[in-house]
């Protein structure tokens, strides 16, 4: 009950006056989403430096300071300057005009033969084959979505606002329930995932020593994050991921709420959390899997990123060029793939949307854009530089040396093929790539109407492109991570998709139902729609409560507790796995320690799980393991100050009979049915 309170007060609180004077108004979901934003962007920046100057860990004095510096700054900006007085109404007002019968007819066909394959009833590649002519020819014949600024859309039910936050209130319950349901039911007091435990790790080493660095070379938002909490909280690291990692599931569907209803309006806004939330496998896999910062920042901070940015296109100024800057710069702070997305699409949107902007002759669109960039980009290469040595990095491409953060992305190009476009669609699902592709078609289409404003072109163009590379990253090796591609490519799909859906929705009007031919075919496409939305939530929600293989057993729990509670400091060496799933990383967690981490044979061999350090400690780990008794194995022992040996009985290759029979050289000290724990003398 101490880490919910804290996280609200360390991960919302000291943003919220910085996005009232920053943010638009995008209703409470959407503050609640900007208020977030902000605090991750600054309250781990402020802990950072900090710790730097003061050369300590993260203590429970810099947090506090951290914490209350960002929202008295804050509070101070509300005051001087007041809220963000930017125009409430959505980029595209009216909202996007309702399809007629010619359109609808192709719409229909195709969601009839996705769901004949999903039956089983027709082949796949027939079903793609027609589904994508089906799309093309609704794109050719669909109505304009944007319409001529004088028309007004017929006045809303005076219930509908309320209508739309209750559906929103309903849909982030439901995302909750879907992240809490399955740990609370099987993995109390654990969360599942195994890469929480090398999260756990760094964030001990970033209240220990302010940085990550004797670890892992990894962005130090996420951790500095969770080192405030856990000073705040007086939680382990682990204590608290068990709490409030469910609770990340939540950040994908505020962000796109943010952004389809600054887009197109509220409605949009809440599909769009239920698509991102509900429909996508992606995010929730990323939960699942442990991939905090991944998830923090691909599929929220990106996202609100990309909803700043187009705030620069409809409003630029001195608040939207802050927003942007602040925003999209601490993507950079949090996870190295999600910064590889951002660098990608800012550098085609600056090459495509400042010529048009000067040749159109919007000098102070280009000037706001440009700062905007700009500003983004200098803090950017900040974060780098502390992160990754930016001329080392640069050196270690050019040299090809064997350690370093150069080596490291030089290793990930080419390493890790993609998967098959039948995985792509499990981790999107069918109604969100379905629907996607026709939002992308429509978009599209008004692009070449030519029938839009700067602001509306720049906005559609930045979704196609983010969508683009995306889905190109996760059909190339050359991308270096294709799966991580793959995976976050639902984002922009689910936004695309919302415009597909709630146009189709929105043509079921009374007065279509009217016209014979145009309600014959409205009612049947936008039935079949919802009801293909509709599956594929209940076949999502309904494995919310199944059990994972990625949770530690009761026996290595106690292993790990008991290495806690007797740690006497330097270094343990631990088998590579402790189940089929979990990896040793879990013992260094549990137990205090950084090091040593061991690898199989087989991922000894994949350049891109190489950590950018080198391999000398791995080697030294493995050989501990297999040659207990020789005398390199001594001096190892004593140049890494190995204190303890972790020995999973049902690993492969342990040599567990060799630690035993050599009473002179090792010391058992603790025993379980799974884990043996040994001594070097």
């Not at 209240?207 to 382990?236: D, K, M, N, Q």
């Amino acid at each position: 009950m101490r880490a919910l309170p804290v996280a609200v007060l360390v991960g919302v609180a000291p943003g919220y006056f910085w996005a009232r004077c920053l943010a638009p108004s995008t209703g409470w979901a959407g503050r609640i989403a900007y208020a977030t934003a902000l605090s991750m962007a600054l309250v781990p920046t402020t802990a950072l430096l900090l710790a730097r100057i003061l050369g300590t860990g993260v203590t429970l004095f810099i947090g506090a300071y951290s914490v209350l510096a960002v929202f008295a700054a804050g509070f101070a900006a509300y005051l001087r300057y007041g809220k963000a007085r930017y125009d409430d109404k959505p980029l595209f007002y009216p909202p996007p005009a309702p399809q007629g019968v010619y359109a609808l007819a192709p719409l229909l066909a195709a969601f009839g033969l996705a769901l004949g394959m999903a039956l089983g009833l027709i082949p796949a590649t027939l079903v793609a084959l027609l589904v994508v002519l089906s799309l093309l020819m609704v794109a050719a014949v669909a109505s304009p979505v944007s319409r001529p600024q004088e028309q007004r859309p017929s006045g809303a039910p005076r219930w509908w606002p309320l209508a739309m936050q209750a559906l929103l209130l309903a849909t982030l319950l439901i995302v909750l329930g879907r992240g809490y349901l399955g740990p609370v039911l099987h993995d109390w007091p654990f969360i599942r995932g195994g890469d929480q435990f090398s999260h756990a790790v760094m964030t001990n080493l970033m209240l220990t020593e302010g940085t990550t660095e004797s670890y892992l070379i990894y962005p130090p938002g996420f951790h500095a994050l969770a080192a405030v909490v856990s000073r705040f909280s007086g939680l382990e690291p682990l204590e608290v991921f068990a709490v409030l990692a469910p609770l990340l599931t939540a950040l994908p569907p505020l962000a796109c709420y943010a952004l389809a209803r600054r887009l197109w309006g509220q409605s949009y806004g809440v599909a769009a959390a239920f698509f991102s939330g509900v429909l996508l496998v992606g995010p929730f896999e990323s939960f699942a899997e442990a991939r905090y910062p991944n998830l923090v920042s691909a599929d929220f901070l990106l996202v609100v990123a990309v909803a700043a940015l187009i705030q620069v296109y409809s409003s630029p100024g001195v608040r939207s060029c802050l927003l942007l800057g602040a925003l999209g710069s601490s993507v950079v702070l949090y996870h190295q793939v999600a910064s590889f997305y951002l660098a990608l699409l800012l550098a085609l949107v600056a090459a495509l949307s400042l010529p048009y902007l000067l040749l159109a002759g919007r000098k102070r669109e280009a000037l706001g854009l440009t700062l905007s960039l700009s500003l983004l980009g200098v803090l950017s290469v900040l974060y780098a530089w502390s992160t990754y040595d930016l001329p080392e990095l640069v050196s270690g491409l050019a040299a090809g040396s064997d350690s370093g953060a150069g080596t490291a992305v030089a290793m990930a190009i080419g390493s890790q093929g993609p998967l098959s476009l039948e995985h792509l669609l499990q981790m999107t699902s069918q109604p969100v790539t379905l629907l996607g592709v026709l939002g992308a078609l429509l978009v599209a289409g008004d692009l070449l109407r030519g029938r839009l404003r700067a602001a509306q072109r720049l906005a559609y163009l930045t979704l196609l492109l983010w969508a683009a590379l995306l889905f190109i990253g996760s059909r190339t090796s050359l991308s270096g991570f294709p799966q991580r591609f793959e995976r976050d490519l639902g984002i922009p799909l689910a936004i695309l998709a919302t415009l597909a859906f709630v146009t189709v929705v929105r043509s079921l009007r009374p007065r279509a139902s009217r016209a014979s031919l145009a309600g014959l075919v409205a009612f049947p496409a936008a039935a079949l729609v919802l009801v293909a939305v509709g599956c594929q939530a209940v076949v999502n929600l309904g494995s919310a409560d199944e059990k994972s293989s990625n949770v530690i057993s009761a026996d290595v729990a106690t292993a790990g507790e008991w290495l806690g509670e007797h740690g006497t400091g330097g270094n343990i060496v631990v088998t590579p796995y402790l189940n089929d799933h979990v990896p040793g990383s879990a013992m260094l967690a549990m137990g205090g320690y950084s090091g040593l981490r061991s690898y199989t044979q087989k991922r000894l061999r994949v350049p891109r799980a190489l950590p950018s350090t080198g391999k000398d400690s791995l080697l030294a780990a493995g050989w501990v393991l297999q040659h207990p008794e020789s005398e390199r194995t001594g001096s190892i022992l004593d140049t890494y100050d190995i204190r303890f040996v972790t020995l999973y009985k049902r690993s492969p290759g342990v040599r567990l009979r060799a630690f035993e029979e050599h009473r002179d050289l090792y010391t058992k000290v603790f025993e379980n049915d799974s884990v043996v724990i040994f001594a070097p003398v």
